[in-house]
């Protein structure tokens, strides 16, 4: 059965997939479809009018969705290259994760990030991977705005430690917590930015032995996390 | 340092490393490289002769390091879009694997790969990502013979089970082991190829509850059994 997101509590499509629903799928009255509300609800539905503008529906059953007992929060650098990060919003919202923040380091590149396509991205994933929680996507933040929004309990940056062993983030976090883990730009975290982020309570974390790329230790955070809650 | 790859017991370079050395990056007579062979040897050396077809350098030393006390191969379906497919490749040698094979299933839009450009993407992320082995790349064959090639003593399919509760990878798999896993494309595997791999010693699996993309169920599936031996 097709999947549409419709946020707002209305009973018609948005216009992008009225247009998908009405001009490529070609659906008819009457024809089953399944619209969630990117909140946990996930409603079957009739249609009931063919408008590729704005095309009705009918509920006829809700099923809800309880929240994870854990949340994921990735606060990442956006990469030079904005393939890379794309792609880890996609791959993310496919595994699963509640959160998505970015944020201009002092060593980052790109000091620009638009969110319209990669919420697109976001939505494309929820849909293809059959959930019904649409992850927060927050705007790119300066990196010491971004820490006063992180007030979750368990608190990350993945960085080798100069002055001790490294300690894996499997080892560090606990089930069931509530996660937010920092994902630093091509150029690494500052040595000032990383005396910011102990002051505030983010643990030094290594996501295992090789060098990752920054997309990659992102999605490689996110997975370590899920996987412990597994 | 930059670090170029050069499989033969010879002290010069490859053909494409030559020009990247001396035409890209400029080295000269006297600089320090390192040069890993893709068996575990990292080499110390210095540039000796400046030729941008055939450079030359004189090793000074060798760490090796020995392979990991576990090993994962993912035998993978690769996609109708090739992008995916290069994608999982770059990631899963980034985080570590020890082998990707290649398979045609009966619901397999591709039928046709080639190794060449995916064998780039491996040598150039393992570069990126620091390592001394290359992982091996096996050119893709029919679902039958592949079954035939995997002897890994712990082998798993990624499929949901229908008269059984499904059991994650990760309570399925023991540390330690030699793994091998089984991804299929994106029309899944048949009830037949399923009936095969059982009878083949292989044992069925879930990745979680989301539906996942053939490329990322086959990096999730490596991530995993990396973290399990965490």
Same mark, same amino acid.
Request: aromatic share 8%; proline share 4%.
């Given at each position: 059965?097709?999947?549409?997101?419709?946020?707002?509590?209305?009973?018609?499509?948005?216009? &992008?997939?009225?247009?998908?629903?009405?001009?490529?799928?070609?659906?008819? =009255?009457? &024809?089953?479809?399944?619209?969630?509300?990117?909140?946990?609800?996930?409603?079957?539905?009739?249609?009931?009018?063919?408008?590729?503008?704005?095309?009705?529906?009918?509920?006829?059953?809700?099923?809800?969705?309880?929240?994870?007992?854990?949340?994921?929060? =990735?606060?990442?650098?956006?990469?030079?290259?904005?393939?890379?990060?794309?792609?880890?919003?996609?791959?993310?919202?496919?595994? $699963?994760?509640?959160? =998505?923040?970015?944020?201009?380091?002092?060593?980052?590149?790109?000091?620009?990030?638009?969110?319209?396509?990669?919420?697109?991205?976001?939505?494309?994933?929820?849909? /293809?991977?059959? /959930?019904?929680?649409?992850?927060?996507?927050?705007?790119?933040?300066?990196?010491?705005?971004?820490?006063?929004?992180? #007030?979750?309990?368990?608190?990350?940056?993945?960085?080798?430690?100069?002055?001790?062993?490294?300690?894996?983030?499997?080892?560090?976090?606990?089930?069931?917590?509530?996660?937010?883990?920092? #994902?630093?730009?091509? $150029?690494?975290?500052? &040595?000032?930015? =990383?005396?910011?982020?102990?002051?505030?309570?983010?643990?030094?974390?290594?996501?295992?032995?090789?060098?990752?790329?920054?997309?990659?230790?992102?999605?490689?955070?996110?997975?370590?996390?899920?996987?412990?809650?597994?």
């Amino acid at each position: 059965m097709h999947l549409f997101y419709q946020p707002a509590a209305v009973e018609y499509l948005t216009e &992008d997939d009225s247009r998908h629903a009405i001009k490529t799928l070609r659906l008819q =009255i009457g &024809d089953d479809i399944a619209v969630t509300d990117g909140h946990g609800n996930r409603h079957l539905a009739v249609i009931s009018t063919v408008d590729s503008r704005r095309c009705s529906f009918r509920i006829t059953d809700t099923q809800t969705t309880v929240p994870r007992p854990f949340s994921v929060r =990735i606060c990442v650098a956006p990469t030079k290259n904005l393939d890379r990060i794309e792609w880890f919003v996609e791959k993310a919202v496919e595994i $699963g994760v509640e959160r =998505i923040s970015f944020f201009f380091g002092q060593h980052s590149e790109r000091r620009v990030l638009k969110l319209e396509r990669l919420e697109k991205i976001a939505v494309a994933a929820m849909k /293809q991977s059959l /959930q019904s929680f649409l992850p927060r996507l927050d705007e790119a933040l300066p990196f010491g705005e971004l820490l006063k929004t992180s #007030i979750e309990e368990q608190r990350f940056i993945a960085h080798l430690p100069t002055d001790e062993p490294p300690i894996n983030l499997a080892k560090r976090a606990t089930v069931n917590g509530q996660y937010s883990v920092l #994902i630093g730009p091509e $150029g690494d975290f500052s &040595d000032k930015e =990383i005396q910011q982020a102990v002051a505030a309570g983010f643990q030094m974390v290594t996501l295992g032995s090789n060098r990752l790329r920054t997309e990659t230790a992102a999605l490689t955070a996110c997975q370590l996390l899920n996987f412990l809650n597994v």
